[in-house]
């Protein structure tokens, strides 16, 4: 394999490091931004799908801030909900159990007003 063909391999990855690390480092806007993906999601899995979307409106003015490709920041707010969730480690009852328990939170509920 040559320079060139190793670099394109591991640019995407650097790429996601780089972002995972924005967001890891979570600024006010990207935690507010999370908060709001996570509780969407959560409210979608709990067949709430009013509330989903209006704790996603809740992120778009702070979306237009968001320097990195909006396609790559929300593939990144789903791995960040992957692993903060961990929902794929437990089974049907202990997930849905983890899920209502976000999406009863203090910050899902303030959300979805």
């Given amino acids: 394999m040559t320079s060139t063909e ?5 640019l995407p990855m650097a790429v996601a490091i780089a972002a995972a690390l924005l967001l890891a480092g979570c600024s006010s806007n990207d935690s507010k931004i999370y908060d709001s993906f996570k509780c969407a999601r ?3 899995m709990m067949n709430r ?3 989903a ?6 992120a778009e003015p702070y979306l ?13 707010l789903s791995q960040k909900f992957t692993d903060d ?13 983890i899920i ?8 899902c ?5």
């Fill in 6 to 10: 190793n670099i394109a391999r591991a």
């Fill in 42 to 44: 959560v409210a979608v």
């Fill in 49 to 51: 799908p009013a509330e």
């Fill in 53 to 58: 979307k209006v704790a996603a409106a809740k």
């Fill in 64 to 76: 237009a801030q968001i320097k990195t490709s909006e396609s790559q920041y929300r593939l990144l």
């Fill in 85 to 97: 969730l961990e929902l794929h480690r437990y089974d049907r009852n202990v997930a849905a159990k």
């Fill in 100 to 107: 209502a328990k976000a999406y009863e939170s203090g910050t």
């Fill in 109 to 113: 509920q303030a959300l979805y007003n």
